[in-house]
Structures are given as structure tokens and as C-alpha cells.
């Protein structure tokens, strides 16, 4: 199974897995992160693999840095074009893939009204509020889903990572932070009422996921894609 599918009004959105692709090692098998130690011949092999079980011809994305920037892409990317510093992407074309990599971050999807948006969502980009800055560009809240991510069971943070959600509810269990719970709790502010979380844990769950944190670093990446139809 490439992918776990999910259908929100207008668009779809798919979560890659690491099963069935053709990367060896720490790297099996699916991995789409070329910037890992995987054969970069191997990581080009898994992306035509997934998007042609997708059905998807076109995709975005950007090198990520654990910040709040946001592209618009308002025509498909040049292949082979470098890449800008995006944590999120946005648009309002059909049929363009936005892909976010991701080993423990979330995904997470937005899609409402003629838009879609996916977003790297770390503890970084949910605290510099990522998310909300996306939202703004919706003309109404959209439908959101939540992609699989390190869970509040494997996921011990210290007190400057603690301190950065303190205002939000239940979101923290002593050392143990809720990624998740955040991103909820910021699209439920934001009027966001369709969320659908694929409640699943990187770090548990190894026959499915890369966990940056699980594998100590030497890991591959799974992908977020949200796309209009
Ligand atoms: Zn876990």
C-alpha cells in the first residue's frame, strides 16, 4: 500500500507510506527524500511509482526549513527547476500535486472553495502559525486532513519546545507533546470543522513510516499531497 487516501470536497489528498518502492536499507522502500544518503536513481523510481498510482502528471514542492513560508503556484514547476525555501504550498490549479516530505512532521491539508494548500507542519512551523497564515488565504474555512506524524506517545520535547504551547489545552502530557492536538486545535479556532485525522504514529508504526526521531536521522521521507479535481 504506496498511499492512504483521503477525499475532501473538490480534491484529494494522499499520504505516501514506505511500502512498495524500490530503496534498500534504512531507506525501505518508498522513499521520496532525495537530499538522504538513499540512490538518487531509487528516490526518482519511488516518486514515478506513487504518482502514477495518484494519477499525477505535476508536482510542487519546495526545500523545507522548518519555517512559515508559504508558495503559490499559479503554474506547474519547470522540471528540474531548484528548488525555493517553502514549508507550505498553495494553489487554485487542477491537477497539480503539492508535496510536502515529512518523518515525524505532519502534513497537513487544506482544501476548500477552488483552493488547495499542504503544509510541513514541525513545531516550528506550528508555533510560527503556519497553519492560520494558509487559512488566510481560504475565502471560507476549508476542509482540513491530518496526515500521520510522531505521536504524543513518542514524542518527548524540553521546556523551550513546551513553553511554545502553553496556552493551548491538554496538548502536553509532562515532557510528551501532542503535535497533533496543536494542529487541531488551530484549525478548530480558526473555524475549520471538517478535520480528517489519520491518527497514525511515525514512530510506532515502522512497518508503515520514516521516523526521523525512531531511526536516529538515518531515515527516508514520506510525502503529503493534496490536489484539486
Ligand atoms: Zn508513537
Redesign the pocket.
Known sequence: MRSIDVDLPGGRVAFSTRQDGVSEGPFESLNLGILTDDVRDRVVRNRMLLMDDLGLSRVAMGRQVHKTAIREWDTAPEPGAMLGEADGHGTTMRGLGLLVLVADCLPVALIGSGRAAMLHCGWRGLAGGIIDKALDSFDEPPAAAIGPG??????EVGDEVLAQFSSYDDVASGRMLDLRAVARQQLAAAGVDAIEDVDL?????ADLFFSHRRDNGVTGRQGGIAWLT
Open positions: 510522531i505521536g504524543q506517545c513518542c514524542y504514529c511515525t514512530s510506532c508504526r
